[in-house]
């Protein structure tokens, strides 16, 4: 998932869809990126499970999956709550 997101891209059409539904044609409009191209990053963002699509007629819309991304925050936070626990009672390791 961090990989997903990793992308400047990417990371770009999370923060565009954190706002609205948004189609493919819209996100060209707003990223300047080609079609193909992110079609390509959207694949991406699909198969990590960080969006969702809805057809509509001829096009396909985006949608941010919020769960998802509370769930990487979730991690991270729990990363950072163990980093201050060691910090308070930080002992060094001897090397061999």
């Known amino acids: 998932m961090i ?4 992308d400047p891209l990417r990371l770009r059409i999370v923060a565009l ?3 609205e539904t948004l189609c493919t044609t819209h996100l060209v409009d707003e990223t300047g990126a080609k079609q193909t191209n992110l079609s390509n990053h959207l694949r991406v963002l699909r198969e990590a499970g960080v ?6 007629g001829r096009f396909t819309y ?3 999956r919020p769960e998802v991304l509370d769930g990487l925050a979730g991690a991270f936070a729990d990363l950072a709550a163990t980093a201050r626990t060691t910090l308070a009672t930080d002992t060094k ?3 061999p």
Request: with cysteine; proline share 5%.
């Open 93 to 95: 390791r001897s090397c």
């Open 17 to 19: 869809l954190a706002r």
């Open 3 to 6: 990989r997903a997101l990793a």
């Open 62 to 64: 985006y949608r941010l």
């Open 51 to 56: 969006v969702e699509t809805e057809p509509c």
